[in-house]
């Protein structure tokens, strides 16, 4: 985040002063692991293990910080995630969005760290930063190594206390957040949800939305936030997670060497009392805005987080809204009431809501949908809850959250939401707690909460004898966790090396039938595997005109089996803990999966009935058809699908009835209702089989048994058709100017362009892709993002792109952007003009070895994702390709000057061939503009 150097220092000068500072005291005591603090009704003196579950162990520093270290060798990064408890619940009048505004202001930098974008990116990390309700959080993963890790605590730690939280900062990150702000109003479905939570809190924070109100955005004294900084920001309320690659003695010692000689305040740490009192007749919100799709939405208040029952209102969320079995989808969707329907829960640090939707089609009554809804939701403990409802929600429950700790790194950041809530321990009492659910306890929280007085959506009825849910009193959560201990910890895998060479040292090649395979094992964690198979069918002329049975096709195989309907097959992948995405279209099926290594065999034999033996249910299509309606209509008045759209068929060179045809909106639509069930039956039986494809696993398995399977599996499954690659044809040259007015939005989008004749094997693509990643890529460190964002405050996204094809010579460039649509002409100034100094002044040797450090970075650790590598391995067999392509790609990248890169640039970009399209709500823009200033009163 690009200010100048000259300007942080002053700034560091002024803060430094009263910001709590790095202590010049001796050094403190190392880390000791947390005790279980003893309940409330414990004996004095008596003793309790130490806080350390299922490989997760708490230390407390003598300042208060806590930090949680998950050791996981599997991974070749380490990812720290520091917690700050402060988020929307903490802010008082005047000061909402401050919490996420703040953790906006520190990527700012500090006086060790001024660029903390270019420091990020050229270690290859990949952060973020994010602000919720009860907790603001800031993590990054990095490449594993001593150095990295000593690099990020001691940032983390620099941060936490010295970050600039300064006017010029504060000035031109306001338009960005204002900007983010309008990207949220464009959606209408979100300002409901929005406007509903301030209806159902009269009092308590969690009514007001987390990005706060634009007055406070607009008019906060930096004053006031430097101030909220100074208040929150400190080690003893705030959790340090360290997951991944590392040894734990040395992360303890670094700890100790950053964090440890941090301060407190001498201002005791505050904290919140606000309670919201019970609620007491049914509460009515209505918004008019211009949209396609009407929505309704529902709240209805539940305890806290911690409290015995959530485990339960977590199944019967579960229960009424996941599809295909939720009571909602069957009440709504499954009978035409409405074109999609859900359930969701906040579990917070206070109580928090149970929430349902639904969105209705134009033509589908408002009104006899919103009775269902509200009937469905509340009479549901009407009809008792079955032990198979019960059981299918918790398997699916229990699934997410085992995979979640099989993933150290998602682990490390999904433990702020627990400790947010009272303690991090609470996931895993959560999870025990959801596996002793009853149906009997699903039945009592319906009851006790889904209740006409507890509801917030339509309008008041004076009741003589109101039903009102009355809160449990607050749980203790000490004693609830006392002497806890958890399970045994999962198995771990090897450590392992991502680079080309040793991944191709590993990987095995063969065929089986009509199949090239490569196949990689290793010891995971949890003993996972992720897989990849395409097949290929078809030649240009015989899908011609297809492409929407086509897509169909895709969409229903996963929507039943001859042999099991979709929620049979839902619940077996879940009884089987794996993760199946199938996807296909006019020339070929996708074929996703992340499975134990156990289970794989079962998964495949669940894989191969999907693709050969659908259904193709005459229900399940209807349904399909209406949701794919309702979402595309939900796009009409979006810039972003109406921009995207534009730029698509200006470029496309392909015509009507070619399966790489672009369609217009409207056209889509006809397609999707045009389309029938004999069409879509058609074509899987004209195509689909496994005579030509690639599958790649990665992960534990075994390598001798998978082939013979995949070989049993689909070795006598022809394709019917013969295949034949389509090649892609060149972009249409030329420039066009495309406004596209799409009134009442208040976010804007741009997007420019043109096509290249360019394959990813020419000389040029390295330092193409190089040049790229500095003009528009990164963490917020590009050229683009430091102009727009940082500098200009124009955009809350910018970014560029580069594309080049494997096997043809056809390739894009492209930039993007969202803004307010008054600001058109500067957003499209400042990108013209910041591509412009690129191509002709190129960058410097310094900003080049950066951006190279941690684009070749950001490249290693993509190969260390299984579910990615499995991805590349597959393409590259239909390439022809072994990752000695990554390691010359990396060689020729590791060698380029600044020259080389500008040249390069400047050879195949022209700003006078870019297409430029934009769409927003100009018109109201210039009429606002237009529109005369109101005098001030007369004194």
């Known amino acids: 985040m690009a200010l100048s150097s000259r300007f942080r220092l002053l700034a560091a000068a002024l803060l430094l002063a009263s910001a709590p500072a790095l202590a010049q005291a001796p050094a403190p005591a190392s880390p000791s692991k947390v005790a279980s603090p003893p309940a409330s009704k414990a004996k004095a003196g008596s003793s309790a293990p130490f806080t350390s579950v299922e490989g997760i162990t708490e230390y407390r520093l003598d300042n208060g910080l806590r930090v949680l270290l998950f050791p996981d060798p599997t991974k070749p990064t380490v990812t720290v995630n520091v917690t700050y408890f402060v988020g929307s619940r903490h802010e008082g009048y005047g000061e909402t969005g401050m919490a996420h505004l703040l953790e906006h202001l520190l990527f700012k930098g500090t006086p060790s760290t001024p660029n903390v974008p270019q420091?990020?990116?050229?270690?290859?990390?990949?952060?973020?930063?994010?602000?919720?309700?009860?907790?603001t959080n800031y993590f990054e993963t990095l490449p594993a190594s001593d150095a990295n890790l000593s690099w990020a605590l001691s940032f983390e730690a620099d941060r936490m206390v010295n970050s600039f939280i300064a006017r010029k900062d504060l000035d031109s990150e306001m338009t960005v957040v204002r900007n983010e702000?309008?990207?949220?109003?464009?959606?209408?479905?979100?300002?409901?949800?929005?406007?509903?939570?301030?209806?159902?809190?009269?009092?308590?924070?969690?009514?007001?939305?987390?990005?706060?109100?634009?007055?406070?955005?607009?008019?906060?004294?930096?004053?006031?936030?430097?101030?909220?900084?100074?208040?929150?920001?400190?080690?003893?309320?705030?959790?340090?997670?360290?997951?991944?690659?590392?040894e734990p003695q040395k992360a303890l010692a670094e700890v100790r060497k950053t964090f440890g000689r941090l301060r407190n305040p001498a201002t005791p740490l505050p904290s919140t009392y606000t309670e919201e009192p019970t609620q007491d007749g049914e509460r009515l919100v209505s918004l008019r805005r211009v949209g396609d799709v009407s929505a309704l939405s529902a709240v209805y208040h539940v305890p806290e987080g911690a409290h015995p029952d959530f485990a339960a209102i977590d199944v019967l969320t579960h229960i009424l809204g996941t599809p295909p079995s939720g009571r909602l989808y069957k009440a709504l969707v499954e009978t035409k009431q409405a074109a999609s329907a859900g359930a969701f829960n906040l579990q917070l640090h206070d109580p928090g809501i149970l929430g349902f939707s639904a969105e209705v089609r134009e033509g589908q009554s408002l009104d006899t949908a919103r009775d269902t809804f509200v009937k469905t939701i509340e009479e549901a403990a009407r009809t008792p809850f079955t032990q198979d409802e019960v059981n299918r929600a918790r398997t699916a429950l229990l699934k997410s959250m085992e995979l979640m700790l099989n993933d150290s790194e998602d682990a490390a950041i999904q433990l702020s939401e627990w400790a947010a809530i009272g303690d991090w321990r609470l996931f895993f009492l959560h999870r025990d707690r959801i596996e002793a659910v009853t149906a009997a306890d699903v039945t009592r929280v319906a009851e006790q909460y889904l209740k006409p007085s507890n509801r917030t959506l339509g309008q008041f009825l004076p009741t003589p004898k109101p039903e009102r849910s009355e809160l449990p009193p607050r749980v203790d959560v000490a004693a609830m966790l006392q002497g806890y201990k958890g399970r045994g910890e999962v198995a771990i895998g090897e450590a392992f090396d991502p680079s080309p060479a040793h991944i191709e040292s590993r990987v095995k090649r063969s065929q089986a039938a009509g199949l090239k395979l490569a196949l990689l094992p290793k010891k995971t964690r949890g003993e996972m595997v992720s897989l990849t198979l395409n097949l290929r069918w078809g030649t240009e002329k015989a899908v011609w005109g297809k492409s929407d049975a086509a897509d169909y096709v895709g969409m229903m195989l996963m929507r039943g089996t001859q042999k099991h309907n979709r929620q049979q097959l839902k619940d077996a992948l879940d009884q089987l803990k794996a993760r199946v995405g199938v996807d296909g279209g006019a020339t070929g099926a996708s074929v996703w999966m992340e499975a134990p290594r156990k289970n794989l065999p079962e998964v495949l034999k669940l894989v191969a009935e999907v693709l050969r033996e659908p259904a193709f249910d005459a229900k399940e299509f209807a349904l399909l058809q209406q949701e794919r309606l309702a979402s595309l209509e939900a796009q009409r008045s979006e810039p972003n699908t109406q921009g995207r759209i534009a730029y698509s068929r200006a470029l496309s060179p392909y015509p009507k009835g070619h399966p790489y045809y672009a369609d217009t909106l409207e056209e889509s639509l006809e397609g999707i209702q045009g389309t029938t069930l004999e069409q879509v039956r058609a074509f899987y039986r004209e195509f689909y089989g496994a005579s030509q494809g690639e599958l790649a696993a990665v992960g534990d398995f075994d390598a001798e048994a998978l082939p013979k399977q995949v070989a049993e599996l689909f070795g006598n499954w022809k394709s019917p058709a013969p295949y034949a690659r389509i090649p892609a044809q060149p972009y249409k040259p030329g420039t066009q100017a495309l406004v596209l007015e799409t009134p009442d939005k208040a976010n804007a989008l741009f997007l420019a362009g043109q096509g290249l004749s360019l394959r990813d094997d020419d000389p040029d693509y390295p330092a193409l892709v190089l040049g790229n990643f500095v003009l528009g890529g990164g963490f917020l460190n590009s050229?683009?993002?430091?102009?727009?964002?940082?500098?200009?405050?124009?955009?809350?996204?910018?970014?560029?792109?580069?594309?080049?094809?494997a096997?043809?010579?056809?390739?894009?460039?492209s930039t993007f952007a969202i803004y307010a649509p008054q600001n058109a002409g500067k957003l499209e100034s400042a990108v013209r003009e910041e591509v412009e100094r690129v191509l002709g002044k190129g960058f410097t040797a310094?900003?080049?070895?950066?951006?190279?450090?941690?684009?070749l970075e950001y490249r290693r650790t993509g190969r260390s994702d299984d579910g990615g590598l499995a991805r590349t391995l597959a393409a590259y067999l239909y390439y022809g390709r072994t990752l000695e392509f990554d390691a010359a790609f990396e060689k020729r990248m590791s060698g380029l000057k600044p020259e080389d890169v500008r040249a390069a640039l400047a050879k195949h970009l022209d700003w006078k061939k870019v297409t430029v399209v934009k769409a927003g709500d100009f018109a109201g823009a210039e009429k606002k503009a237009k529109a005369p200033v109101p005098s001030p009163p007369a004194p």
């Open 119 to 135: 420091a990020l990116t050229q270690r290859g990390a990949r952060p973020n930063g994010t602000t919720w309700l009860d907790r």
């Open 181 to 246: 702000l309008e990207r949220g109003e464009n959606d209408p479905s979100r300002i409901l949800f929005q406007r509903v939570m301030s209806a159902a809190f009269s009092w308590h924070n969690y009514g007001k939305s987390t990005i706060g109100s634009r007055a406070d955005l607009e008019h906060v004294p930096i004053d006031r936030l430097q101030a909220f900084y100074k208040k929150h920001y400190r080690p003893d309320n705030a959790m340090l997670v360290i997951a991944g690659a590392f």
């Open 783 to 805: 050229r683009l993002a430091t102009r727009v964002r940082q500098q200009d405050g124009l955009s809350y996204t910018v970014s560029s792109s580069l594309s080049a094809g």
């Open 807 to 813: 096997m043809d010579p056809v390739g894009t460039f």
């Open 846 to 855: 310094d900003e080049l070895e950066k951006a190279r450090s941690g684009l």
